[in-house]
């Protein structure tokens, strides 16, 4: 499985219970927000930055993703 991440704005952590598609997202860079996510598989597509946005501002409403990738 490739690891999915987004790319946002400000500094974060957040927790989310079963069933989000994202269960736990923290920030893993100074330059930048990076959030990692982990949530169960196949329940999100990291594609889509819309739906991605949506998710994550379920558990971080002020946070604005900028970039979606794998790696």
């Given at each position: 499985m490739a690891n999915q991440y987004a790319l946002a704005q400000g500094n974060?952590?957040?927790?989310?219970?079963?069933p989000n598609p994202i269960a736990i997202v923290y920030t893993d860079d100074r330059e930048c927000?990076?959030?990692?996510?982990?949530?169960?598989?196949?329940?999100?597509?990291?594609?889509?930055?819309?739906?991605v946005e949506l998710e994550v501002k379920r558990l971080l409403p002020d946070c604005r993703v900028k970039q979606v990738f794998l790696t």
């Open positions: 974060c952590c957040g927790f989310g219970p079963y927000t990076i959030i990692v996510g982990f949530g169960p598989d196949g329940a999100l597509d990291i594609r889509d930055i819309v739906t």
